[in-house]
């Protein structure tokens, strides 16, 4: 019998996939890095004074409380109808269709009574509505 005595080679480790990620791995991490600058601008945004423009006496304004009533520039209504809620806006606006209508609507009101709101102007012909909200600062108090 004969065995070869010979000398045994160490196995060696490949590093040339391992470097394959870590250019990838380092490539990735540049790149997001990249993008997350744009986010961090410092914006000073314009300041309007929002109270000197209150006293418009082009708006309408209807408030719509948590359980559904309407208030048309703080006259609330006796009914919750489309039609009353037409006639009431019709009314406020004094058949100017220029008219702005905000909607002041409750956080916890149903969707269905701000879009009552809605139709309710459409057909009484005022096209321009906007939404009253507040800050979070003024919610905390």
């Given at each position: 019998?004969?065995?070869?005595?010979?000398s045994r080679?160490?196995?060696e480790?490949n590093?040339?996939?391992?470097?394959?990620?870590?250019?990838?791995?380092?490539?990735?991490l540049?790149?997001?890095?990249?993008?997350?600058?744009?986010?961090?601008?410092?914006?000073?945004?314009?300041?309007?004074?929002?109270?000197?423009?209150?006293?418009?006496?082009?708006?309408?304004?209807?408030?719509?409380?948590?359980?559904?009533?309407?208030?048309?520039n703080?006259?609330?209504?006796?009914?919750?109808?489309?039609?009353?809620?037409?006639?009431?806006?019709?009314?406020?606006?004094?058949?100017?269709?220029?008219n702005?209508?905000?909607?002041?609507?409750d956080?916890?009101?149903a969707?269905?009574?701000?879009?009552?709101?809605m139709?309710?102007?459409?057909r009484?012909?005022?096209?321009?509505?906007?939404?009253?909200?507040?800050?979070?600062?003024?919610?905390?108090?």
């Open positions: 019998m004969h065995f070869r005595h010979g080679e160490e196995p480790i590093l040339i996939p391992f470097i394959d990620v870590l250019l990838v791995v380092l490539i990735f540049m790149l997001s890095t990249t993008y997350s600058k744009f986010t961090e601008m410092q914006l000073r945004l314009p300041v309007a004074d929002a109270e000197a423009q209150r006293d418009h006496p082009k708006e309408v304004i209807v408030a719509v409380s948590a359980d559904g009533r309407y208030s048309i703080k006259t609330v209504l006796p009914d919750r109808s489309l039609e009353t809620v037409t006639a009431a806006l019709a009314a406020a606006s004094g058949g100017a269709s220029d702005v209508v905000i909607i002041s609507a956080a916890s009101a969707h269905q009574s701000v879009i009552t709101v139709e309710a102007a459409r009484a012909g005022l096209m321009q509505i906007t939404f009253a909200t507040q800050s979070a600062a003024q919610a905390g108090r």
